[in-house]
């Protein structure tokens, strides 16, 4: 059973970067799920943001790509979320999640809230 | 990109009654790309229903999922207390991969 846990800043400045990092237990980084990140908050409900993949390949959602970036350490079975020039409109509660396939999130992490406040 | 609406916003029952939830898309999309998911106050979203419907592993048959057209449907059979949540619907497609309902909240009567 995969397990993933978000953490990061819970706190972001407006203009600032949003990073946060999902560990994932249970299984390999390298196995051959898409690891994406979800965002939900009351304005919007849920949003994905975007994927990556153990090959390096990432998708991002188009209205948020020229924001967001992902990446992998295989080595510490993590992957992170940067997002840069946040406002107030991307303070939610952030989800890593993976699938297997079959055009679904198998597993979710709990989530983690991040506030975007001067 | 078809967007989902889902409905009714709340939905208010009993244990052991049923209920039945809507998701609706602007176009027609097909059944392997829909899934649905539970989610409770503070955990994370579990995967119920994929491809329409199958239930995901551990899913109690209970919970069933269908198809008509551009409607599909999410239907508890018998509510159980742990199963009062907020439940949403999920399409994919190949240009903006994962789009979501706005949720449908299961509250008890």
């Known amino acids: 059973q995969v397990q993933l846990k978000e953490s990061g800043p819970g706190l972001v400045k407006p203009s600032g970067t949003l990073s946060l990092t999902c560990a994932v237990s249970g299984d390999s980084i390298s196995n051959g799920h898409w690891w994406s990140w979800v965002r939900r908050s009351p304005e919007k409900g849920l949003e994905w943001i975007g994927e990556?993949?153990?090959?390096?390949?990432?998708n991002y959602n188009p209205t948020l790509k020229s924001r967001v970036a992902m990446s992998m350490d295989k080595s510490k079975n993590q992957f992170s979320l940067q997002m840069t020039s946040v406002t107030a409109a991307d303070t939610a509660v952030y989800h890593c999640?993976?699938?297997?396939?079959?055009?679904?999130?198998?597993?979710w992490g709990q989530g983690a809230l991040v506030t975007v406040s001067a | 990109e078809s967007v989902l609406t889902q409905s009714p916003g709340t939905l208010s029952l009993s244990p052991g009654e049923r209920a039945t939830l809507s998701c609706r898309a602007t176009q027609t999309v097909s059944s392997t790309f829909l899934a649905w998911y539970q989610q409770k106050r503070g955990q994370a979203p579990r995967l119920l229903i994929w491809?329409?419907?199958n239930r995901a592993t551990g899913i109690p048959d209970r919970f069933s999922g269908t198809e008509s057209g551009t409607d599909f449907t999410l239907t508890i059979s018998r509510l159980e207390p742990e199963d009062f949540a907020v439940y949403y619907c999920q399409h994919y497609d190949t240009s903006a991969k994962y789009t979501f309902g706005q949720g449908t909240k299961l509250e008890i009567k």
């Open positions: 491809g329409g419907s």
């Open positions: 990556i993949h153990h090959s390096g390949r990432t």
């Open positions: 999640a993976a699938s297997s396939g079959w055009f679904r999130l198998d597993y």
